[in-house]
């Protein structure tokens, strides 16, 4: 019948032959996935153990953490208030309050720092007077 033509036998023992050259790949195809999910797995939970473990650093810094220099420039003085060197005269007096409310030598605070503090709300007000002519002219 069918089967005895030698052509057809051909093609069907082909089939039969990929078939199960298939079937013994399968396996090993599952297996090197599944290898590679469980490594993949692996790294990402470390990875998330690290990352919640690393200490956690605030995006922005509330005060001055650098040390002093020995005549105070007006960008130190500006870095210790937290506000930029040409700052209105409000944001001057209110950063400085903020600032001495958390360094007040009779709350606990450094007598030290509570004279850097007012010594920088001095340099940037006295650095605002240069130029509205309040000063004296020599001629």
């Not at 001055?64 to 870095?79: D, H, I």
Request: hydrophobic share 40%; charged share 25%.
């Amino acid at each position: 019948m069918i089967l005895r033509d030698p052509n057809i036998l051909e093609i069907i023992g082909d089939g039969i032959q990929s078939s199960a050259i298939l079937q013994c790949e399968s396996p090993l195809v599952l297996g090197v996935t599944v290898a590679a999910a469980a490594l993949g797995g692996r790294y990402a939970m470390r990875a998330w153990e690290a990352f919640k473990a690393r200490p956690s650093v605030p995006r922005t810094r509330r005060f001055y953490e650098g040390g002093f220099q020995n005549a105070m420039t007006r960008r130190e003085a500006a870095l210790i208030l937290g506000v930029r060197e040409h700052a209105a005269m409000e944001k001057i007096k209110e950063a400085h309050r903020r600032v001495m409310v958390a360094n007040h030598p009779d709350s606990g605070g450094s007598h030290y720092l509570a004279s850097k503090v007012n010594e920088a709300k001095d340099v940037l007000i006295k650095g605002r007077g240069k130029g509205t002519g309040t000063t004296a002219s020599a001629f």
